[in-house]
């Protein structure tokens, strides 16, 4: 994977993002926590992927 400068913008989103995962997540508690893991990874990584394009090719 290409490494990513990541903006002020996508980081704020990045938060916000993470933020209302987790309070969702306390409300509910359908995940576990490798659960929410997973899911703010692949949150990063689609946020990135769409910031950058497609990072996986050299």
Not at 11 to 33: A, P
Not at 42 to 54: C, F, S, T
Request: proline share 0%; aromatic share 6%.
């Amino acid at each position: 994977m290409a490494k990513v400068d990541i903006d002020s913008d996508l980081e704020l989103e990045l938060f916000k993002g993470i933020r209302i995962l987790e309070g969702e997540n306390l409300k509910t508690k359908k995940y576990d926590d490798r659960k929410m893991v997973t899911i703010i990874m692949n949150y990063i990584k689609k946020l990135v992927d769409d910031k950058e394009g497609d990072s996986d090719e050299v």
